[in-house]
């Protein structure tokens, strides 16, 4: 006959769980935030993620069935709810980077240069900014027009201008 295990036992699994992910974010982070992440480890990080996210929601669902209080239950849930989200969120760069990175080796493969990006990159992304931020890009960025680098250094500042703003006091 299988011993139920008590809930403190299962309390303490999904903590253990949840500080082994919570290292996996930390590592998908660092390498997200270096200068030339490597497409092979995202992808080694990103299958890390997804495998140690399983074993999280498992442990949550094992836990949800043992837990009798309804208030209780909805209160864990909501914090469990919270955890993933900030991990998905970090499994989401991971994948956009690793997609990217693969785009970048196919425009490498067929011999289009980092220079010639602008040129197909400036307006795909103008186009998803909010109106007022292209047009102050279309006041400041007369002669910059396929050059990603310069809307990528307008973009840092605009933000930059952005937060400062909103902490000005009222």
Known sequence: MALVPDLSMMYKKR??????????????????????PDQEALKVIQ??????????DGLQSDLELM?????????DI?????F???VLCVL??????????????ALEALGVQGEAYGV??????????????????ARD??????????????LDSEIGRRERSACLPL
């Open 15 to 36: 903590v253990a769980a949840k500080g082994w992910l919570s290292r996996t974010m930390n590592k998908a982070q660092e390498l997200l935030d270096s200068d030339q």
């Open 47 to 56: 299958k890390e993620l997804e495998t140690r996210l399983n074993n999280l």
């Open 67 to 75: 837990i009798e209080s309804e208030s209780e239950m909805l209160d």
């Open 78 to 82: 909501e914090k469990a709810g919270v």
């Open 84 to 86: 993933r989200d900030s």
């Open 92 to 105: 989401s760069k991971v994948v956009k980077a690793d997609n990217l990175l693969s785009h970048v080796r």
């Open 120 to 137: 197909m990159m400036v307006p795909v992304l103008l186009q998803r900014l909010p109106t007022a931020i292209r047009m102050e890009w």
């Open 141 to 154: 960025g007369v002669g910059h027009e396929a050059d990603l680098n310069w809307l990528l250094e307008f």
